[in-house]
């Protein structure tokens, strides 16, 4: 259950005037309260004295909860990293009772905000000592609006009772006490209590008893905003086992009326996740993939080893890519996770990136374009940059990073560069466990393609407000020695030149066509004019066919500027459809 090294958590330990915990601050702060399991909080008057913050890796997260009552019982073990007498972490809803540190209750113990404070002045914590934290809690009766992250309870397609503890990034306190930075990995334990009758899945080994159940996750990766998330449907599931890739079998839980599983194309179920494995390394996740069909916000939601899928999603034809999307976080996002909150662009463009790549390779070019399309629909309602500026809550701009970010990081550079470059750069960031910026992505492409890309992802992945995405005035005119001239002025509301490269496609009668290559250089230089000699007729030019790029024609069909149409507010790509009327 034990990991001697991991990639964990530093949490930081105050003292004073409690602070605001931040999902990305490294550290999670434990007060006077902490002491080490073999000391008493008592030390003699010649023994060191710890005082301050102190830091501590989360090595391990052990809850048992109860889904009747909601009861929590949480316990922690700490590993001391820079000594102190205070500890602060995540935590939502009212105050716990019996916190206790090493076995000892503490004695200052207050919730602020959103921020656990545990102090007990004493001896502090000695550098490298091993803590424990205990503590009882109630899991809030809530979730982050208008989602389901928190506990949420609803019947299902079947009429059956659904319910979900589930963590997100920055969130996992909204279930109980944790380090909520996205860059920790830990194991776990989850003890479950729950009506007869009812069945639970969580990540890890799954044991079953007579009203309990108990998850054991001791496997690779492993971040706190996707291993905390429990889910258990009164009556249990229907079991169909989809196939199996290298030992692993994946497996649908689904009902007799919803019968997600015929409706799933089993064979690229297997395929996309045989063609991950021989890419990115063998399936993180021991010998069993769920997919869970559920009544969810989300259209998927990347569990390790177990991946909710929206019951709407059944005869909606984004099922099998939301599927292959989901398939792709276990090593984008469990295996390999973010550094930061706004990282948060990076693991839903690879698993978008990677779901597009194997459709264009394996399934048909056809299903790569609706694809293409519809990250396209999405970048033309985004609210925000993928990395804006602005500090912002997540709910506030994560859509905005499911049509553009895929788009930018990788779509525009492999028609740049090469396919080839790109996937050698994903190649080398995934498949072991580690944390990623968006940084980190930038310099692996840098290496793989030679380009310098600092300037690009500036202008494309960067700003304050609503995006002003390239709109292309496309001209064509005879030559003067015969043949057409072809010229695209690329212009946006900002003034900034973002470089990408597209086509214009040139069309005529009988559905006759011609594609004529445009760039704007990475040093900003506009597209030259081309001239062509097309064996037909031109009778129109349409702008970037193959979706290549974020570029926008520069008048709608209603006269509107496309780089001055306003967003639909709440637009979601990946929010889970809703039910035929």
Not at 368 to 381: K, P, Q, S, V
Request: a negative charge; charged letters at 20%; hydrophobic letters at 40%.
């Amino acid at each position: 259950m034990r990991r001697a090294l991991l990639a964990s958590a530093l949490l930081s330990a105050c003292g004073g005037d409690p602070p605001a915990v931040s999902p990305d601050d490294a550290s999670v702060s434990m007060d006077a309260a902490a002491v080490t399991d073999a000391a008493s909080m008592d030390a003699p008057p010649d023994a060191p004295r710890y005082t301050g913050a102190a830091q501590v890796s989360v090595r391990a997260y052990d809850y048992a909860v109860d889904l009747t009552t909601r009861a929590l019982q949480a316990t922690l073990a700490l590993r001391v990293t820079t000594p102190g007498d205070c500890i602060t972490l995540s935590l939502q809803g009212d105050a716990p009772a019996e916190v206790r540190l090493g076995g000892e209750l503490a004695r200052e113990v207050s919730l602020t905000e959103g921020a656990l404070r545990v102090c007990h002045p004493g001896a502090g914590f000695a550098p490298d000592a091993e803590v424990s934290l205990r503590l009882d809690t109630v899991v809030p009766n809530a979730t982050w609006r208008p989602t389901q992250v928190g506990f949420s309870q609803r019947n299902n397609s079947a009429g059956r009772r659904f319910t979900y503890l589930l963590s997100w990034v920055g969130e996992c306190g909204r279930i109980g006490p944790c380090d909520a930075s996205p860059s920790r990995f830990a194991t776990y334990r989850f003890a479950v209590t729950h009506p007869t009758g009812t069945e639970v899945l969580c990540p890890g080994t799954v044991t079953r008893g007579d009203g309990e159940t108990v998850c054991e996750f001791a496997l690779p990766g492993g971040p706190t905003y996707s291993a905390i998330g429990i889910m258990a449907q009164s009556g249990g599931w229907r079991r169909t086992e989809l196939g199996a890739v290298d030992g692993v079998t994946l497996t649908a839980f689904d009902s007799a009326t919803l019968r997600m599983a015929e409706a799933l194309d089993r064979p690229n179920a297997t395929g996309f996740l045989r063609w991950m494995s021989q890419r990115f390394g063998p399936y993180p996740y021991g010998d069993a993939l769920r997919i869970v069909a559920a009544p969810t916000y989300w259209s998927g939601f990347e569990h390790p080893g177990n991946i909710t899928l929206a019951e709407t999603l059944v005869g909606n034809p984004g099922l099998d890519h939301t599927l292959r999307h989901e398939i792709a976080h276990q090593w984008a996002g469990d295996l390999t996770t973010l550094s930061t909150t706004k990282d948060f662009v990076w693991k839903e463009a690879m698993a978008e990136y990677l779901a597009f790549v194997y459709e264009d390779e394996n399934i048909s070019a056809e299903r790569g374009l609706e694809t293409l399309a519809r990250w396209r629909d999405a970048a033309a309602r985004a609210e925000r940059y993928p990395v804006p500026d602005e500090d912002l809550p997540l709910l506030e701009y994560y859509g905005s990073a499911y049509g553009p970010g895929p788009m930018i990081l990788f779509r525009q550079l492999e028609v740049m560069t090469s396919r080839r470059q790109v996937m050698e750069a994903l190649r080398a960031l995934l498949g072991r466990e580690r944390a990623l910026s968006v940084d980190d992505v930038r310099a692996a492409l840098e290496a793989s393609t030679g380009a310098s890309l600092e300037g690009y992802f500036r202008a494309w992945l960067r700003g304050s407000g609503a995006p002003a995405w390239p709109a292309v005035d496309a001209r064509y005119a005879p030559a003067a020695g015969g043949g057409v001239t072809v010229s695209a002025t690329v212009q946006t509301r900002d003034g900034v030149a973002r470089p990408c490269a597209f086509r214009l496609r040139l069309t005529g009668a009988g559905d006759r066509s011609l594609d004529v290559p445009m760039r704007v250089g990475l040093d900003g230089a506009a597209p030259q004019p081309v001239t062509v000699r097309p064996d037909f007729e031109v009778t129109g030019v349409t702008v970037d066919p193959g979706f290549e790029a974020l570029v926008f024609p520069a008048m709608t069909a209603t006269g509107q500027r496309w780089v001055e149409r306003l967003p639909e507010r709440g637009y979601d790509p990946f929010r889970a459809p809703d039910p035929p009327r």
